[in-house]
């Protein structure tokens, strides 16, 4: 666990398959389905070309992350690409979202003493739910049953199987901390605030040229030691549902252990 923190620069949500997706002063998480009102929020994976692939593939890309700092280095070469110009949910900064490994979860907002929303927003997002329960977005693993059942239930490759495999962890780790609080007789159940676990990373597709031309070839570099990056932004699952705002803190809490670098997702 660590107490590194970002910040949430934007966030955008279309209920539309458009490649761009326009800024909202909020957007709620909906635990084990992704953000309310988007297409892409589902159990079963949502986007197009992999819903003609295989439907009943599990959705571990809820919600899409990009860090802002992209937006800048493109800038700097010519391309304009605001806050939501690459179909991001959650626009970060001060973060490096490509380096965390996976199945880290990122709490969003400020929290009391007793766990709750210092906003005092609902920990589901005002969608209903208890605070314990199966879907409720207080309680995991259950929050994420969903997905997980349609892991278990369609043929994963390797990398989606590993991605599957460190939802369930963290909802586990979730699970355990507010089964701690509990027990200490705390009335809030774990850390409600909005929270996701992340996946993999986004895949850069033709359609990025279609917005604006030559950009695909700034999403793809190298490292060092001339591994192929993928600069453009996570995907992850929503754990705890809640409300997400810009200004708001990001709070980053890795897996234990030397944690496993994202993949293709």
């Given at each position: ?5 970002g ?8 209920d539309?398959y ?7 002063d ?19 994976v949502?986007h197009r070309?992999?819903?003609k692939?295989?439907?009943g ?8 992350l990009?860090?802002?700092?992209l937006?800048?280095e493109?800038?700097g070469k ?5 806050p939501?110009?690459?179909?991001e949910?959650?626009t970060?900064r ?5 380096g965390?490994p996976?199945?880290?979860i ?11 929303p210092?906003?005092?927003a ?6 209903g739910?208890?605070?314990r329960?199966?879907?409720?977005s207080g ?5 994420v ?5 349609a ?6 490759d390797?990398a ?12 586990a ?14 009335e809030?159940d ?8 992340v996946t993999?990373l ?19 570099g ?11 932004g996570?995907?992850?699952v929503?754990?705890?549902g809640?409300?997400v705002?810009?200004g708001?803190?990001v709070s980053?809490?890795?897996p ?5 670098p994202?993949?293709?997702?």
């Amino acid at each position: 666990m660590s107490a590194e923190q970002g910040t949430v620069a934007a966030v955008s949500c279309n209920d539309e398959y458009t490649f761009t997706k326009p800024n909202r002063d909020e957007i709620v998480l909906v635990a084990g389905l992704g953000v309310s009102g988007d297409v892409h929020a589902g159990v079963h994976v949502r986007h197009r070309h992999r819903v003609k692939l295989d439907p009943g593939q599990p959705n571990l890309r809820q919600v899409h992350l990009i860090q802002a700092e992209l937006f800048e280095e493109v800038a700097g070469k010519g391309y304009a690409v605001p806050p939501g110009g690459l179909g991001e949910n959650v626009t970060t900064r001060g973060i490096d979202l490509l380096g965390l490994p996976r199945g880290t979860i990122l709490r969003f907002g400020r929290t009391r003493a007793d766990g709750a929303p210092a906003d005092g927003a609902p920990a589901d997002g005002g969608l209903g739910g208890g605070s314990r329960g199966a879907g409720a977005s207080g309680s995991a693993p259950g929050a994420v049953a969903g997905v997980l059942a349609a892991a278990r239930a369609a043929t994963l490759d390797e990398a989606t199987a590993r991605a599957a495999a460190a939802v369930e962890a963290a909802a586990a780790r979730d699970e355990a901390a507010a089964t701690a609080r509990a027990a200490a007789g705390d009335e809030v159940d774990g850390d409600a605030r909005a929270a996701v676990v992340v996946t993999g990373l986004r895949n850069p597709c033709a359609q990025i040229n279609g917005f604006r031309a030559g950009l695909l070839k700034e999403m793809v570099g190298h490292d060092g030691e001339g591994n192929v990056v993928r600069k453009a932004g996570v995907m992850a699952v929503v754990l705890r549902g809640g409300v997400v705002r810009p200004g708001d803190p990001v709070s980053i809490e890795f897996p234990p252990g030397e944690g496993e670098p994202l993949e293709l997702v």
